[in-house]
C-alpha cells in the first residue's frame, strides 16, 4: 500500500531534550517535507527536500533540522525543543513533475513540549 | 502576513445543499492553486487543484473557481453530503513551495 508512515504519532517530551520524528514513504517520491498545524494559522511549511541530500528552509524552520540521506526517510530533528514547538506535525511527499503534483500526507505526529 | 487567507473558520450546510468555501489570496505568481480536504486524526488528502491559466476546474461534485482579478477562488461541494464535514484547505503552489490557508471546518447536516 502506497503510504507515507511517521512516528511516533504521539510524544510528549520536555524542553531541551532532543527528539527526532521519523518520516518515510514508499512511493519512491523525489520531493518531501515537512508542516506544523497550529489553531488558526493552518499549515506552515518547515522544510522541504527536492531529492537525497537537498534540502532547503521553508516558511518556519527555526529550531528544526532535517537530512535527507535517503530517498524514502526525512526525518525532522529538534535539537533543543521548546513549549513553542507544541503542535501537530505532517511529513508529505510527491513526485516532483510540475508544480500542481498533489502531495501525499501522512497521519501526523502530535508533539507536547512542557 | 498570510498569503493565502480563508477567512471562515467554520460552515454549516444542509444535506443535498451546496457548499462554498472562500480563499483569498495576495501573491500574483502562484502557479496553481490546490484544495485539501483533512478528517480528525488523519493527514490532509488531496481534493482538487486549478492553474493559474484558467477559471474554473470540476470533478464531479466538486468545482473551484478562480477570479484572478479579485485574487479569489472558491470550492463549490454540489450537492453537500455528510460524509463531506471535514476542513478544507486551500493552498497556493509556487515553483516547489506550498503555502496554506488556516482552513475552514465543514459540517453537513442531516
Known amino acids: 500500500e502506497a503510504q507515507v508512515t511517521q512516528n511516533p504519532r504521539y510524544l510528549i517530551t520536555v524542553t531541551g531534550k532532543k527528539l527526532t520524528v521519523t518520516c518515510s514513504q514508499n512511493m519512491n517520491h523525489e520531493y518531501m517535507s515537512w508542516y506544523r498545524q497550529d489553531p488558526g494559522l493552518g499549515l506552515r511549511q518547515i522544510y522541504y527536500s527536492m531529492n537525497v541530500e537537498v534540502t532547503d528552509k521553508g516558511d518556519v524552520p527555526e529550531g528544526y533540522k532535517v537530512s535527507r540521506k535517503e530517498k524514502r526517510n526525512f526525518p525532522l530533528i529538534l535539537e533543543s525543543p521548546s513549549p513553542n514547538q507544541t503542535s501537530l506535525y505532517f511529513c508529505?511527499?510527491?513526485?516532483?513533475?510540475?508544480?500542481?503534483?498533489?502531495?501525499?500526507f501522512g497521519p501526523g505526529t502530535r508533539l507536547t513540549v512542557l | 502576513d498570510q498569503q493565502v487567507k480563508q477567512n471562515s473558520p467554520s460552515l454549516s450546510v444542509q444535506e443535498g445543499r451546496i457548499s462554498i468555501l472562500n480563499c483569498d489570496y495576495t501573491n500574483s505568481m502562484f502557479d496553481y492553486f490546490l484544495w485539501y480536504k483533512k478528517y480528525p486524526a488523519e493527514g490532509p488528502t488531496f481534493l482538487i487543484s486549478?492553474?493559474?491559466?484558467?477559471d474554473k476546474n470540476e470533478d464531479g461534485r466538486f468545482t473551484v473557481f478562480l477570479n484572478k482579478s479579485a485574487k479569489h477562488l472558491s470550492l463549490h461541494i454540489v450537492p453537500s453530503q455528510p460524509g463531506d464535514s471535514a476542513v478544507y484547505f486551500c493552498a497556493e503552489t509556487s515553483g516547489s513551495r506550498l503555502t496554506f490557508g488556516e482552513g475552514t471546518q465543514l459540517t453537513v447536516n442531516p
Open positions: 508529505a511527499s510527491s513526485t516532483y513533475s510540475g508544480p500542481d503534483n498533489e502531495q501525499f
Open positions: 486549478i492553474s493559474s491559466i484558467k
